[in-house]
């Protein structure tokens, strides 16, 4: 791993501190940010890129029924992640259903 100790040092070619320079490799400027529907689970071993940039491990929540009459009913769906973060799922206000 770089050493990124002084992280807010600009590397003078780029005009971007050390910091910014680590971030753009794990999440480029073309990184997708948000909910995205795929047809199947990609690879996220950190051997390749995925749409959201690097990552080095993913998963499969399985909703059932009762998760998404929740979600309609305006509530948030708690998902523990890696037994260190949680995510919340929620249903946007608006669904546009011109489609």
Known sequence: MKDVSNKNETVEESGKSKWQMLMDKFDGPQSRKGPM???V???CDGDGETPYGMRWGGGVVELDREH???LLDGKYIAI???NEYVSFLKLKDTIDDEK
Do not use: G, I, T
């Open 37 to 39: 529907v795929v047809d």
């Open 41 to 43: 689970p990609f690879d």
């Open 68 to 70: 998404l009459e929740a």
């Open 80 to 82: 523990e992640v890696e």
